[in-house]
């Protein structure tokens, strides 16, 4: 299994101090920023677009940014979110009219690709364009807010997916999105996952570093 990575998702952090939250949370250990696209469409909420990945950026972040696409349409932001700055773009399938091109689309802009899968997604969306994904994202909440508790047939869904993975012999990460606290975190590794997003129990705590340390923690067990 490759390395872990902790992705503290900012839809969590003081949008007010953006730059010193995402810097505070690096500086406790993350590995990588994961950066919330809703628009009031594809989910009921609206965030952040291209010119806040951008400002990121331009304020020093040199970690990877992580896009999570809650957009429908899905090809017209890939352009810009690939000139401000991100490093993985991931979208829904439900949310692109042809998800093959978007996965090209996303890859020569010279980011790396994935797939989203919601909580009633089948996996088979992955099926043939394995070859153009870096990364499988399974959400274990309904997309859209932060704080919502973890689906737990998604633990099953993990396993699944890390089967297909593994047989494909392609080089993807299977990442996990929703409801991810320090007490369940050792069971999601061990179905399979190697990326962790977490939001309200990274932002939410006094001290980011304890809870990322403490996460470290119970995937080394
Ligand atoms: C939900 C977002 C998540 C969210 C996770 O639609 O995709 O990234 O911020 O928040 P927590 O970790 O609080 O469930
Ligand atoms: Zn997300």
Do not use: W
């Not at 469409?41 to 990121?56: Q, R």
């Not at 352009?79 to 949310?95: L, R, S, V």
């Not at 980011?208 to 470290?216: E, G």
Request: with cysteine.
């Amino acid at each position: 299994m490759k390395e872990c990575l902790i992705a503290p998702s900012i839809l969590s952090a003081d949008f007010a101090r953006l730059g010193e939250e995402v810097d505070n949370v690096l500086a406790a250990g993350a590995d990588v920023v994961h950066f919330d696209v809703m628009d009031n469409h594809y989910v009921p909420n609206l965030t952040i677009g291209p010119m806040v990945c951008k400002a990121l950026r331009n304020h020093g972040v040199t970690a990877p940014i992580d896009v999570h696409l809650m957009v429908s349409p899905v090809d017209r932001m890939i352009a810009d979110f690939a000139e401000a700055g991100a490093t993985y773009i991931t979208f829904h399938p439900e949310a692109s009219d042809h998800i093959d091109r978007s996965l090209q689309l996303i890859k020569s802009a010279g980011c790396k690709a994935g797939l989203v899968f919601n909580p009633a997604t089948p996996l088979h969306y992955m099926d043939y364009v394995m070859d153009k994904l870096d990364v499988v994202l399974l959400m274990s909440v309904n997309p859209g807010f932060g704080g919502q508790s973890f689906i737990p047939a998604t633990l099953d869904k993990l396993r699944e997916a890390r089967k297909k993975i593994d047989e494909s012999g392609y080089d993807i990460r299977l990442e996990i999105d929703g409801g991810v606290k320090v007490d369940n975190i050792g069971e999601i590794y061990a179905a399979g996952a190697d990326m962790f997003v977490a939001g309200s129990a990274i932002f939410n705590a006094t001290d980011y570093k304890t809870v990322i340390d403490d996460m470290r923690a119970e995937i080394a067990k």
